[in-house]
């Protein structure tokens, strides 16, 4: 083939591929949103339906031969349609010996066990969803033997597909130094004298007040409501069906407004890196080139470093004000400012504090790795993650609702997905402080201009994520190698001040 | 093709057009209810796209060879299969000299129309919607151009889409025996001395109670809610992704709660419909075999025979004092039977008494016939509409937004279709005699068994439509040649004791 006919096929698949998933992510996330409950058997076999009939897209001879030649011409092009190919290759090969037939397979049971996940966590009951798993375990681990290039673990396979350059001799480093910077913070602020007020936490606030509360945010935070939605689940999510539809879940709970406020602001930030991102991007068809990390990063970025920073909250506090009239009368913003940061070691991780939250990530860290490698049994995983949360937080969850069944990634065939989370608070202090040489982040905040952080990110964060694996663009934009020297540093900063230790 | 193998192929072929077609109705659904306004674009390319894919296998010699045989064998099947193989050959033959390409740009321009009659109807103006549904009347003359079976004009090649057996000469009649049944009766209700309150029909309700109320009447009338949901939309609608999933929409105003009240009935009553049909109809694909007379016959029957007697109002009544506090607290029972009964000429169909209703049909029945006989021309329609609301019910629209820009049909490429809503009720008045012989129907409504008249219907009524077509349909549950008769009656006896005249 050549340049020419190259990027007609390219045209065409990418317009194909685009409209396709653009109309099956809506339909997913109409069905986690507001479709009726009986209708979910016949939802998940459509569903399955058009992914297969995708996959064996993916897998016809005319694609293939367009994804080998474009890789092998790749020099001829532009630097976005260059990472595409290379992209493009890379799953190909991945994906290569997986029949259709497997793929179907893998669909439906990841519908059926996310079904009977959340059927689960509604009845506490672990067992409903270990079987599901089990198969799911049992699939991922034959796609990974099926796979042409070879890591030394099976989970390493998995690793690659998120962030690539990442294994398990890198994560584990990683992890003992998230564990060694955390754990002795942890224990002084727990010893720490400093009382922080926390009964205003759960004070009353109706979901009608809540949801104002919600567009306010993010308007607040730059994101464009004219090209996203914003709807209810339980487990918050953000979706990108398309260009001009970027699409965030969050959930309401009367006695804790605070949960609904953070989990915006985060599926808020994926979002916003969603909406952000070069418009070629879209035109070559890579604009979900970002790894999960690299989401991560802003998701958590625009959850904690800017969210639970001290001057932005400062307008949260005076819109919750505005809009809740005499609620929190009582509460100054000093207590305010702490309860927000106040560090509980807890059950929860999307609920968890900034500073405990990699332990909850380091526990699903080793438990998933445990699964893919073989070395662990998903009959006693409720028991196992029970215990490590004895072990590095120091509580246990009643049942499994609190414990196992809280996400739904296992159940949607997401391994090696969770140290995601990790590396982007990471990343994300390593960016903070790239950003503070460019423009006084907290007096931006102060003047609440969102915008200009945002403009910020667009111009040296987006605009490169997807063009790189995870370590080189964090070089790029830092000009450091990364390390977790700097989150260390800003947690500890940070949690100094508000604990007086 | 022997019998199995055919039998083999319509599986296949109903289960591939159920997913799709699911997948895509409630992609159509959310665009209708919540995706961003700025996706309307690639919203449009994505669905013209999916769209046209499925035209393209409804062309291809597998399937065509597939129907022909179907229909040469039929008789060997047993009565679902035979009418199942007959409509679609039907479909088969009208279709069959239309191009993909001439699909797909009708198809891209019913979806940019559509877009564009919310757009004008915002901006109150029809001049930006006259060029779109120019186009559209020109492609349907063109499609109708390529037919091999003749009509006597044109349009009734439209309505035989739409009611087979009917034409334009049985129709002029039917609206003729309509006009000289209403108009007389109206004029004499116009002279009548009886006052009737109508000051409490724009009280002010809250849309979260008037959402508690049509989630009321929708149990109330036995819809279930586990398969089915409720949403929001300028222009209520109802459409049937799947067997357990029906959906409606309805509006809210503030200051005229009943209007989502009789929406909802109304709406519901299709929803109704859809969810009581024979399961054999959804294994053998013929779910959406009855036509739209069948489904106005329902939908009305729910909104004006059930929706507006006095003894299912008495519940409502109750109900909205429950729901409404004090509101309603100077209204009695008597008043409120009347109000909600009140004849006044009025400009929007949707909010059209029941004894005018079919006056509006007739105004849109002139018009289309014009528009697709080609005698009407687009430029003129709005100027036209006003002159035939000014002759039939003496009133006339303010701006194109109360007149022509009112119903979204004709931009979403339906002609043909409005006599079906006036047939729908002459139909209901003679369905709702043969349910006396067997139930009270007074009695059984003052008891709010909805479910009993629920149930005869789908005995009676559902499960006979999808086989016929809707003359001989009617005469099956009733026995009787189908005539205007029944209807006027029921008009004269209600109205005349309302208006004591």
Redesign the interface.
Known sequence: MNKKEILEKANYYN??F???S???E??S??HET??????T???N???S??SNDLFKVLKSDDYINYVIEAYNHKDEFDIEYQRKFELQYREYEKSKNITPELDYEMSLTISTASSMWKKAKEKNDYSLFEPHLKKIVELKRKEISLRDKKFDTPYDSLLDDYESGNNERILDKFFEDIKNGIVPLLKRIVNSKKKIREDFLTYNVPI?KQEKLSNWILNFNDF??????I?TTEHPFTCF?????TRITTHYHENDYLSNIFSVAHEGGHAIFGQNEPHKFFTVGMEESMTSAMHETISRFYENIIGRNRNYLLHLYNKTNEVCGDTFKDVSFDEFYEGVNIVRPSLIRTEADELTYCLHILIRYELEKGLINGTIDTKDLNVLWNKKYKEYLGIEPKGDKDGILQDMHWGGGLFGYFPSYALGNAYGAMILNRMKKDLDFDETLKEGNLKAIKEWLKNNVFNIAGLNDPNEWIKKITGKEFSTKEYIEYLSQKYEKIYQI
């Open positions: 317009e194909y685009k409209d396709y653009y109309i099956l809506v339909f996330f109409d507001v479709a009726p409950i009986n209708s058997n016949e939802a076999k459509a569903m339906r058009v009608w464009d409501l004219n090209s996203g939605v709807s069906p398309s260009e001009h539809d």
